[in-house]
């Protein structure tokens, strides 16, 4: 699976290419791409994303590191969706490090 430039990620996702984030959701509200969509690699990950998204869109994994993009990749072909096309080279810092863009989502913390 090919580490892609950031550059290309925003042309791809512009293009139609959704952007499945496989972080957790504190670390995807801290900040993620614009339009892309959260499903943590926990629990029934692949079944999520199958439901949500469908087999037959191109997507592009943003991933903590290479390992955890390899077990999304892997666990989504169980499902069926085979066309990821790779992952965002070097994760949201890389994103961050060319300057595009990130939306964030504030957290509330409950006290018991």
Do not use: Y
Request: charged share 25%; aromatic share 4%; hydrophobic share 45%.
């Amino acid at each position: 699976m090919p580490a892609l430039p950031p550059a290309e990620v925003l042309g791809r996702q512009r293009q139609g290419a959704a952007l499945l984030d496989t972080r957790n959701a504190t670390l995807f509200c801290s900040g993620h791409i614009p339009g892309s969509i959260q499903i943590g690699l926990g629990g029934q990950f692949a079944a999520w994303a199958s439901a949500i998204l469908g087999l037959d869109r191109e997507l592009i994994l943003v991933a903590e590191d290479r390992k955890a993009a390899d077990e999304a990749r892997i666990r989504l072909a169980r499902v069926g969706i085979e066309r990821v096309v790779g992952m965002l080279d070097d994760g949201i810092a890389g994103w961050a490090r060319v300057s595009l863009p990130l939306d964030f989502i504030d957290q509330v913390r409950c006290r018991s």
